[in-house]
């Protein structure tokens, strides 16, 4: 059965936004709420989400335009809007009674075969069904978000005994494929997977921060990067998620958890904290949290708060020296750490890793559902057993021993057979709960790198680049750089693949597993040179790349750019070369050399100018020029892959994979689709006004000036992006080459690496990373 | 020789380019319309129009073609009729009017269609394709200064307060709020069907502003200016049409006369103070036809901002009390093509309601000109 339809009912923060995404997903969204007392406006609620999500950073929508894909109403007028609904999904407040009721009201008007489930956090699926038609329990189940449901990747979904197979696999299809999901099968248990590890992982740092005294910025600065968590850590991310939340949390879990269960022994609700919530100290939502921005002579400070007199001051930078030895001990060395913050993250870490252990397969089938559900759920950089076996299980089981603390069965079995994963013919295994090791199953369409480096060696390879076989004459060229900036190294791969491929290969796709596809040129690099004075190098590097980027466009193989994440500057002008793109729908795709001062060199300039012309439309080139002008000119970025067909960064029939874990299979798919007959596109020429589009675009700039919208040197940036675009010193009935514009854009990048206010354009950005308005 | 005689105005409700209710109609099917419907409430027989004179600011694309031909075949005119598309600028269908006025006086004619279209929603300002020449650029930028800037410069130089600017915006919404509220304009305005429905109002006075949301507003040209979005006229969408035609045929056809055409005139001032330009036309205009400031009755300037009135205000020493008596530009809007026609007509038509004699038509053009029209009730 396919989702076309999707209602959600309740429009607070958490069902809103699953109404959005579902619109992002391309469906059509009915979103309905109660009729608010006393107001004249019966829909107020489910309209006033959307007003308020169009104004919400991060966005919740991918595309402004999808809002029109949401019909808003309430549920006692347009109740009947569900009936040709595919799916139900309620997001009302955890209140047992009111859920029954509406789903009984829902049962009235559904159409046979519709799914209904519920977004509930707390509340098990037993209790929820219980008493309701044997109809709506065939077609129920729990679809658990994480907020904000676009960006959080986790969807924890349960099923009951009397759920319909076709209804769970037809939702995990949807939320899959079309909302980008990373799918868990949880089971029926207090809390499903992440909230029961994670409020445990709370729980256990707040006892442990309070009773020993640890400064906070200590605890969230020692359970954070050395473990591969977000930097929010504990304190910090109670912050952002409500520390209102928490006792209400803590309590249900309290409840609904066995006799024996481990958060039985350690939940407490802690006294500040109770006085916090009292004090309006809820986070961020509220007066301030566990930190807060405070202003001083001007200028914002972050404050911490002391956990025993709730007293403000300044947030220090923790310098931990458990968290340096680390780099090279491991964890283990950071556990052993004299210093209070190694205790420390023993205590919390060695509980809540236990405790994890001991969950399967009570909460999940599998060692790798959870691990998926703390990565995907929480932003951990590795789940609990890929933390244990980074510890070592051997060194943990002992450790955990000599604490007195109990060595969960699953913690022993792993440290006697050396992990809990582990690569067995090319191929990773798992541990599974019965003891034995079972290979890792990939969905169909699910491609990973990660996946084939464990059985292959790359065929090309240096520090910066390597080049992969993906099968069906496929290779992938992947960047491995920090932030995949790019460098000579990864230009140096690109030229060496594009000869080898065209030997061995049919199609290129360009595609990595960072969380940026690319984050530009190496700034620092080029700053290096420019100190050194190394003009003829600098002026070589913007040659290499002009000619390597050509070389893609003419490659006699088709070329696929896979971006996902940034692909900013260098790395969208890679994608602007390619000859169609599969981009995950999280791509923030932009020209943004403006910013430090620049314009892009490598052929972006060109690129752009070519699609803009190509684009049929009222005749003449000012338009086109205008549009690239501006698109360059402000540093525009897309905040998704919609709104870079928009911008002009991808073209229409571009493909958009909703799923990161699909992007590699989609992108392949597409190459391999235009390998029949495929010719490489023939080198763009340009017809353009020369002087006079300089002339057009220097009274927009005027203005701007007049405005104060535009600074003195973003003026000389801007002269120069002109001179490119209007195609130097040409006529409107000349033809100009793209060698020829490409000249001008390599003597334009050059004149603005000269200047010294681009120098310390570069210089702010690389410190800070951000732009500097000079 | 026979006078030249208005005798018939019609318009388009005038609305918001880019979110107004006219955003969908094509200007030269907007224009087509308004024109039909004015040869039929006078019930003149098309086969007698010599010419269907179409004033537009930027004609091309869907203005384009010598859109003025096209508009009379959609009106229905018959192909005997000729068309020509005339541009002034903001100037452009007042100058249609001066057009059939000479052809009258020369004899080369007795009925004229002239009037004016602009979609400012679909056919950008400044046109799809821009390509000012550059040795003007070099030696005269001033060219192509933005009107915004040319309003910040007359306030500059005239020392008129951001505060008096806005005063004034808030008399134009007061007056059109209540010609419009009053039944007054619905004589004029010709309702056009669209997909969404029959549009027969004006979309773009506000009833409710005051001075106290316009001080909220940004600069709209300059960082450190005084002109806002209030304070000038919106971005229009609007057709607009005057029947001109000589005094002896509307007596044959039993027509009624709204106004003699008395004197016109225009004329050239510095590019940057284009704002001004109403003044030396207006002198000029007053000269030919032997008259003073103090003969007009009426005045109706058009209002492409406020502190350009009111600096023409300042060297002619208009009387507020008879000057835009249903509102101005910007309440009313400023489709660039149109406003010409809609201002002249309107000064005919208030000649009658209010039953006086003399007029003073006038407007300001982009690049630095003025033009004038007198009137005299018939």
């Known amino acids: 059965m396919a989702i076309a339809k999707v209602a959600v009912i309740g429009s607070g923060v958490m069902g809103g936004a699953i109404a959005a995404h579902a619109a992002n997903a391309g469906a059509e969204v009915v979103l309905l709420d109660i009729v608010p007392e006393g107001g004249r406006n019966r829909s107020a609620l489910a309209e006033g989400a959307i007003e308020r999500m169009l104004k919400t950073d991060p966005a919740p929508f991918m595309d402004r335009r999808f809002a029109k894909r949401i019909r808003t109403g309430n549920l006692d007028d347009h109740l009947n809007q569900l009936k040709d609904v595919d799916w139900i999904i309620e997001a009302v407040v955890e209140k047992l009674e009111i859920k029954q009721a509406l789903y009984r009201k829902i049962e009235g008007v559904r159409r046979d075969g519709s799914i209904v489930s519920s977004n509930t956090s707390t509340i098990r699926l037993v209790a929820l069904t219980e008493g309701l038609p044997e109809r709506l329990r065939r077609d129920f189940l729990i679809t658990h978000f994480f907020n904000p449901p676009r960006y959080m990747r986790l969807l924890e979904l349960v099923a009951g005994p009397s759920t319909r197979r076709d209804a769970i696999e037809a939702i995990n299809h949807f939320c899959d494929l079309s909302l980008g999901k990373g799918v868990i099968e949880a089971n029926d248990t207090p809390g499903f997977i992440a909230n029961r590890i994670g409020t445990f992982w709370i729980q256990v740092a707040l006892n442990e921060a309070l009773d020993s005294g640890l400064p906070i910025e200590e605890a969230d600065a020692v359970l954070s990067r050395p473990f591969g968590i977000p930097k929010t850590g504990v304190f910090a991310l109670m912050d952002l998620v409500g520390i209102d939340l928490m006792p209400l949390v803590g309590r249900s879990l309290y409840n609904a958890v066995k006799e024996g269960d481990a958060f039985r022994a350690i939940h407490r609700e802690a006294e500040p904290v109770r006085r916090m919530i009292e004090g309006g100290l809820i986070g961020r939502k509220g007066k301030g949290g566990f930190y807060r921005l405070a202003e001083h002579d001007g200028k914002k400070v972050k404050e911490a708060i002391d956990l025993k007199s709730l007293a403000y001051a300044k947030a220090r930078k923790p310098r931990l020296e458990c968290v340096s030895v680390a780099r090279k001990g491991g964890l283990p060395a950071l556990f052993e750490h004299p210093e209070p913050a190694g205790g420390y993250a023993w205590r919390v870490m060695s509980r809540t890793l236990a405790y994890a252990a001991a969950l399967v397969p009570e909460i999940a089938g599998s060692i790798q559902a959870v691990d998926d559900a703390m990565r995907l759920g929480y932003n951990w950089g590795q789940g609990p057993f890929e933390l244990i076996d980074k510890i070592g299980p051997r060194w943990f089981a002992e450790r955990l021993k000599a604490d007195g603390q109990t060595v969960p069965s699953l913690v022993a079995r792993a440290a006697e057979s050396g992990g809990f994963y582990r690569v067995e013919a090319g191929r990773r295994v798992a541990l599974a709960p019965t003891g034995s090791y079972r290979p890792i199953e990939r969905p169909k369409g699910v491609l990973l790198l990660a996946d084939l480096r464990l059985a292959a060696k790359p065929l090309l390879r240096n520090r910066s680049a390597s080049l992969w076989d993906i099968g069906d004459g496929v290779a992938a060229l992947e960047f491995h750089t920090k932030m995949n900036a790019l460098d000579p190294d990864i230009l140096g791969l690109m030229r060496q693949s594009i000869e080898l491929i065209g030997a061995k290969h049919k199609a290129l796709v360009i595609y990595n597993e960072g969380d940026n596809f690319s984050a530009g040129v190496n700034l620092g690099l080029a700053l290096f040179a420019i100190n050194l004075g190394a003009w003829p190098m600098l002026e070589d590097l913007v040659k290499q790349g002009q000619q390597t980027f050509a070389a893609l466009r003419d490659a006699p193989f088709p070329v696929v750019g896979a971006p996902s994440g940034l692909a900013l500057g260098g790395g969208c002008e890679v994608l602007l070369h390619c000859d169609a793109v599969q981009a995950h729908a999280e791509s923030y795709i932009g020209l943004v050399e403006t910013g430090v001062g620049l314009i892009p060199g490598w052929g972006g300039c060109r690129a752009m100018l070519a699609r803009g012309l190509g684009k049929k439309g009222f005749g003449g080139a000012m338009p086109a020029i205008s549009k690239v002008f501006e698109t360059i000119g402000l540093a525009k970025v897309s905040r998704s892959a919609f709104e870079a067909m928009e911008l002009g960064f991808l073209r229409e029939g571009d493909g958009i994979t909703a799923n990161r874990d699909r992007l590699l299979s989609d992108a392949k798919a597409r190459a391999l689709a235009l390998v029949p007959g495929y010719k490489p596109p023939p080198a763009p020429t340009f017809k353009l006004p020369g002087k006079t589009a300089r002339v057009a675009l220097a009274i927009a700039v005027k203005g701007m000036s007049i405005t104060g919208k535009v600074t003195a040197h973003d003026q000389v940036v801007a002269k120069e992006l002109a001179f490119v675009l209007s195609g130097g010193d040409t006529d409107t009935v000349d033809q100009t080459t793209d060698d020829s514009l490409a000249k001008l854009e390599r003597a334009a990048f050059m004149r603005l690496l000269r200047e010294p206010k681009t120098l310390a354009r570069m210089e702010h950005t690389l410190d800070t990373g951000k732009p500097l308005r000079n | ?378």
């Open chain 2, 1 to 378: 020789m026979s006078e030249v005689c208005i005798a018939g105005y019609a318009r388009s409700p005038f609305t918001f380019a880019h979110k107004g209710a006219l955003i969908h109609t094509r200007p030269d099917d907007l224009g087509g319309i308004v024109v039909k419907a004015l040869v039929a409430r006078l019930g003149v027989d098309p086969t007698e129009i010599e010419d269907v004179i179409v004033g537009c600011a930027f004609p091309e694309g869907e203005q384009g073609f010598n859109v003025a031909r096209l508009i009379g075949l959609l009106a229905g005119i018959p192909t005997s009729a000729a068309g020509a598309t005339v541009n002034r600028f903001c100037g452009s269908s007042m100058q249609a009017i001066h057009i059939a006025a000479g052809a009258i006086r020369m004899g080369a004619g007795e009925a004229f269609v002239c009037a004016g279209i602009e979609s400012m929603s679909r056919v950008p300002m400044g046109g799809f394709n821009p390509m000012p020449n550059p040795t003007l650029y070099e030696t005269m930028p001033e060219v192509f200064m933005s009107m915004g800037e040319t309003a910040e410069v007359l306030a500059r130089k005239y020392q008129i307060r951001r505060e008096e600017q806005e005063a004034f915006a808030v008399e134009s919404h007061r007056k059109a709020a209540a010609a419009s509220g009053g039944g007054k304009l619905k004589g004029e305005i010709v309702p056009i069907e669209t997909e969404a429905g029959v549009v027969e109002v004006d979309g773009c006075i506000r009833p409710d502003t005051n001075a106290e949301k316009l001080k909220t507003l940004q600069p709209a040209f300059a960082a450190d200016g005084t002109v806002t979005a209030g304070t000038s006229s919106p971005l229009t969408d609007g057709a607009a049409a005057v029947f001109v035609c000589s005094e002896d045929y509307a007596k044959k056809k039993g027509l009624k006369v709204l106004a003699r055409v008395k004197s016109i005139a225009v004329a050239g001032c510095a590019p940057e103070v284009m704002g001004i330009g109403p003044v030396l036309a207006t002198r000029k205009a007053l000269a030919r036809a032997g008259l003073q400031l103090t003969d007009m009755d009426l005045i109706e300037i058009n209002e492409a901002f406020a502190v350009q009135v009111l600096a023409c205000g300042r060297e002619l020493g208009f009387d507020q009390t008879k000057m835009n008596l249903d509102g101005g530009a910007v309440a009313l809007g400023h489709p660039l093509g149109a406003t010409g026609a809609r201002i002249t007509g309107k000064a005919a038509q208030l000649l009658q309601r209010e039953g006086k004699r003399y007029a003073l038509a006038t407007q300001c053009i982009g690049g630095g000109q003025g033009i004038a029209t007198v009137l005299e009730a018939a």
